[in-house]
């Protein structure tokens, strides 16, 4: 009971202000925060929830995808729709490996995050697998109590993309 009410407590600081609770706080560690938007950006695609981009990209944010055929795309809109066609129909799952966040300062930092995306074949092509290796190499800004992605850079690694090109063309 008394564990319990600690506990709560420790709640109610915390939500009113991280930090302030002895040995019990969920304060904002910047390498974290940034690699957990990077994972939702992952969990945004592979959902189809485009809207939720905003969550991970600032709304002017820059996003060079021309390693994989999509261009440079400006401004969140953009990235949305580029998204959306390029991954319509398509099951997918985005998995994002080594992250390395550094230049870390009250307002800006980067970031460098491998990741392998699996395109799953449908139809007549159910058990096909088409692979992208790659890296994002991007920069992040703080504002508003979040950290967001202003400029991304996308490079293809590894040379030959893998798996049958009938998945991503059906
Ligand atoms: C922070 O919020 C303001 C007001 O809504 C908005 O103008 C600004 O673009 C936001 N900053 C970022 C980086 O999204
Ligand atoms: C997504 O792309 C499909 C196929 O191109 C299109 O029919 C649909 O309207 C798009 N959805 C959005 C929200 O842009
Ligand atoms: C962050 O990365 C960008 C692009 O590579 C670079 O121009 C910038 O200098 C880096 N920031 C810091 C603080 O090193
Ligand atoms: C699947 O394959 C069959 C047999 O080759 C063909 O008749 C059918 O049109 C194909 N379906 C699609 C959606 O491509």
């Known amino acids: 009971m008394r564990f319990l009410s600690i506990l709560s407590l420790a709640i109610a600081a915390s939500s009113a202000q991280a930090s302030t609770f002895p040995g019990y706080s969920f304060t904002t560690e910047p390498t974290s925060e940034i690699k957990n938007v990077l994972s939702h950006y992952c969990i945004i695609l592979d959902t189809k929830t485009y809207s939720d981009l905003s969550k991970v990209y600032t709304s002017d944010a820059v996003a060079d995808f021309t390693t994989i055929g999509l261009g440079v795309l400006k401004?969140?809109?953009a990235i949305e729709t580029a998204m959306n066609a390029s991954l319509f129909g398509i099951p997918t799952q985005h998995g994002m490996t080594t992250?390395?966040?550094?230049?870390?300062?009250?307002?800006s930092a980067n970031a460098?995050?491998?990741?392998?995306?699996?395109q799953f074949g449908t139809g007549n092509n159910t058990g096909q697998l088409f692979t992208?290796?790659?890296?994002?190499?991007?920069e992040l800004v703080y504002d508003n109590?979040?950290?967001?992605?202003?400029?991304?850079?996308?490079?293809?690694?590894?040379g030959p993309l893998i798996g049958n090109f009938i998945v991503p063309t059906h």
């Open 75 to 77: 401004g969140l809109p």
């Open 99 to 107: 992250s390395y966040v550094s230049d870390i300062s009250e307002k």
């Open 112 to 118: 460098t995050s491998y990741y392998t995306l699996q």
């Open 132 to 138: 992208v290796w790659g890296k994002w190499v991007d």
């Open 145 to 158: 109590s979040t950290w967001k992605v202003k400029n991304r850079q996308v490079v293809a690694m590894g």
